[in-house]
RNA sequence: GCUCCCGUAGUCUAGUGGUCAAGGAUAGAGGCCUCUCGAGCCUCUGACGCGGGUUCAAAUCCCGCCGGGAGCACCA
């Protein structure tokens, strides 16, 4: 069996590939290594998970696209819904936030999108945003049974108690007192600030911030779905405290920067009496190349400086799948990591690798000359003439295309100046002699004959029908040059590997007059 | 500072007491192939942080140290 998946996997990969050409949903795959992943290294299986009785959920905040680190999660947790035949929830985290950390409506579709084309499959999609009232009618049981009270403190002040390990005077008030308090916190008694409701934990706790969690605060911020219909919010643990149970949620696969939250999630039901999911941890992951932040784009994308939430400097999912890395590589990059809790920084060296096995089998190779210079040939006999050339060296089945070539040629600026006075080869086509100097505009080169031989091979392209071409690179450096007459036509989408330059992807057609743009993906 | 996590080649990762004179990926070197500086094939370089202990036997268990990381909000 697993010879037989071996032999058959480059087929397999090929077919899959065509098919890749939009957000196509992926097939179910059995369970373990899925075909064309042996290199993948198993994962463990889930503490006490059961085939059809396994629920998984996601909870992005929505403030921006979803970057490398959020697919790590993702494909983690779509993996292990594949393998036991489960479901995944996608549940949006979109509580008020904070002055500093907002969601954002345009967010909602952007995930929405990026789970589309990362070819995850969800099995429902929940609005935090949505289930305030469910977060309000767990709170009167904590309040009555004394495991949370209101606290009526300043922020300054909750602060320097809670480091002087002191209680609130509100901390151990009547019940009815915290109910009426509670009441009041909902009905606008309070304004921003001046209430919050806290859950009672030990006091001499280690870590202060576990002292007294505060479960509910006041804010009059804005939300993107729900206006001012909500004053009073939950925070981040609270919320998933009732949500973990009540969404049925049977296991957390959540980023190790989480693990706090565990404990806190573990009190909450504790006071409730409730058993919850089983917690599992990552390590987080960062692409080396990927420095800058996320509040850091956010800025540069409203000033304008950058192109939105896909411009390869985001180093964001969509980013990465507008220059040519297919969804797969970057499922197979992240799954590699396992479940390892070391916080690791990989250089995409190692993505763009995974992706170069994905694509180079099914990519169309093209000339691409940049920086060029025009050269004539002088005395080739053949005369003008069309020339088919194929559209992938190792597999002709891919086809042909076919040039109309006459005299007059653009070659890369680099390789004519590097080799002045020499012989080289203009592959494919007829070896040339280079003159000695770059001088006349039409730079002239003598013919010297037409079969193959081993010279440096440069790529080339007619003048006759060059396209103006432009790749746009990883840091939004611009390369111009000529490329082959199809490419003005070339689907937004489409890939191509640039001879002698690298695989890239066609951006979006232009308008009347404008160059042909590409997205470098890598060498 | 406090709490927690991690420490296998340049970078990731497999490894849960013997089959490890440590496997894979990626990067690097060399060769073959190829009318691309891509792919493919072959070969090579290269690692268990340090010090104790337990054991017949330790990368695997225990302790200490040293390094690295994360968390420590009325953010998520």
Not at 32 to 49: H, T, V
Request: net charge neutral; hydrophobic share 35%; aromatic share 10%.
């Amino acid at each position: 069996m697993i010879a037989e998946i071996s032999t058959l996997s480059p087929e397999e990969r090929a077919t899959r590939l065509q098919h890749l050409g939009g957000p196509l949903p992926r097939a179910v795959r059995p369970n373990r290594s899925p075909p064309g992943d042996e290199a993948l290294p198993d994962l463990p299986d889930l503490p006490g998970a059961e085939p059809g009785k396994v629920t998984l959920r996601f909870a992005p905040f929505p403030s921006g696209a979803l970057h490398v680190g959020h697919a790590r999660g993702i494909f983690l947790n779509d993996a292990y819904r594949q393998r036991y035949d489960g479901r995944f929830f996608l549940v949006f985290d979109d509580t008020v936030g904070s002055a500093e950390k907002r969601p954002s409506l345009e967010s909602y579709d952007l995930i929405l999108e990026d789970f589309q084309l990362a070819g995850v499959k969800l099995s429902k999609i929940y609005y935090k945003s949505d289930r305030l009232p469910e977060y309000y009618r767990h709170l009167p049981p904590l309040l009555e049974q004394g495991s949370a009270y209101v606290c009526l403190c300043p922020a300054e002040e909750l602060r320097r108690r809670r480091e002087a390990r002191e209680p609130c005077p509100e901390r151990d008030r009547e019940k009815a007192w915290q109910q009426e308090a509670w009441e009041g916190m909902l009905s606008g008694r309070y304004g921003e600030g001046e209430a919050v409701v806290r859950l009672k934990t030990d006091l001499n706790h280690p870590n202060p911030a576990f002292r007294d969690r505060v479960l509910f605060r006041i804010s009059e911020l804005d939300h993107p779905r729900v206006g001012h219909r909500y004053r009073v919010w939950p925070l981040l643990e609270y919320s998933w405290g009732v949500d973990d149970v009540e969404l049925g949620i049977t296991h957390v696969l959540r980023g190790k920067d989480l693990v706090m939250e565990d404990e806190m999630e573990q009190a909450l039901w504790k006071a409730w009496g409730w058993t919850g999911p089983r917690f599992t941890h990552f390590g987080l992951l960062r692409i080396r190349e990927a420095k800058l932040s996320k509040s850091k784009f956010q800025k540069e994308i409203a000033s304008g400086a950058f192109e939105g939430w896909s411009d390869p400097r985001t180093w964001s999912l969509r980013s990465l799948w507008r220059r040519g890395i297919r969804p797969d590589a970057v499922r197979q990059f992240v799954l590699s990591f396992g479940l390892s809790l070391a916080d690791i920084e990989v250089p995409a060296e190692t993505l763009y690798a995974m992706n170069r096995h994905l694509i180079d089998p099914t990519t169309p190779r093209r000339a691409f000359v940049p920086q060029p210079v025009p050269v004539k040939v002088l005395g080739d006999p053949l005369g003008p003439r069309r020339v088919e050339l194929a559209n992938h060296p190792e597999h002709p089945e891919m086809g042909e295309r076919t040039l109309q070539v006459d005299d007059l040629f653009y070659l890369p600026g680099r390789d004519v100046a590097s080799h002045l006075g020499e012989e080289v080869r203009l592959k494919d086509l007829l070896n040339v002699r280079l003159p000695g100097s770059i001088r006349p505009e039409p730079l002239p080169a003598n013919f010297t004959s037409q079969p193959n031989k081993p010279l440096p091979r440069l790529q080339w392209v007619p003048a006759g029908e060059a396209v103006p071409v432009s790749v746009l690179g990883v840091d939004h450096e611009l390369t111009e040059g000529f490329g082959e007459a199809d490419l003005a036509r070339a689907p937004e989408g489409g890939l191509f590997q640039f001879e002698r330059f690298g695989f890239v992807r066609a951006d979006v057609l232009p308008l009347a007059g404008e160059r042909r743009r590409f997205f470098f993906a890598h060498p």
